[in-house]
């Protein structure tokens, strides 16, 4: 628990953080290509909110999904392959509980 109201508590370890850095960088990317293109793009992102560490990865797989579905300058594919085991290709099919379908 935090000391005083100012300090607050990271969920995220220095891996986390690095981890989160790449699709970062890759988001900027997109921006930039966007800027220059003059095109218009809207995002949108839905899931459960949970708390700590599994919101910061579900958010990491959600961004890393989206741009592995979009193509752009100076794209780097090893950084924006979503984790196969959290965010796959929809099919009709029973799912396995726990897995998401986009």
Known sequence: ?????????SSLDQNDKQSLRAPQVELVK???????????ILVLFEGRDTA?????VARLNAIKNMLSRLDYKDKD???VCPDPNVVFPFEQVCLTNG????
């Open 77 to 79: 594919e090893s950084l």
């Open 52 to 56: 700590g560490k599994d919101r910061q």
């Open 99 to 102: 897995m998401i379908s986009l």
């Open 1 to 9: 628990m935090p000391r005083n109201r100012r300090e607050k508590v």
């Open 30 to 40: 997109l921006q930039n290509e966007m800027i220059r293109s003059i095109a218009k």
